[in-house]
């Protein structure tokens, strides 16, 4: 009898959960590189699916032209109900290193003085998209 009030005491009791951060489209763009390789999960409106089979989904955070890529990496692809609702992926922060054009070519040529190599450093831009293995639908 004991036994038994015992087993339905603990099955009535929640047990503490650790809840882990979910990050903005923001937070992910701005922390990047000390997000890089860890598995978390980034909330945003998705704004766009990728055409040829829904592969991409791309995640606002608000601001206007700031958008995440997340690539669908451990599933067939994003459903086409994800357009225009908000999404909750998780999923594998990576980086990739971009080269830009124009005004900042010019200041890095300048920076590196007369007739010095470019670095090709200052010429690139880091951009940060997420590898993930799930999603769900936040609103519809």
Known sequence: MMAVALVAFT?????????????????????????????????????????????KAFLNGGEQ?????????????FAPECLNNTLRVRGLVRAIDVPVEGQQVAQEEEHHHEGGEACGFCSTTRKYYVDAVSYEIITE
Request: charged share 20%; aromatic share 6%.
């Open 65 to 77: 032209g700031v958008f995440l890529r997340c690539n669908a990496v451990d599933f067939e692809a």
């Open 11 to 55: 099955a009535c009791t929640k047990q503490p959960t650790v809840s882990e951060p979910v990050y903005t489209v923001s937070d992910v763009l701005t922390q990047g590189d000390s997000l890089m390789s860890d598995t978390i999960l980034v909330e945003g409106y998705c704004m766009h699916l990728c055409k040829h089979g829904g592969k």
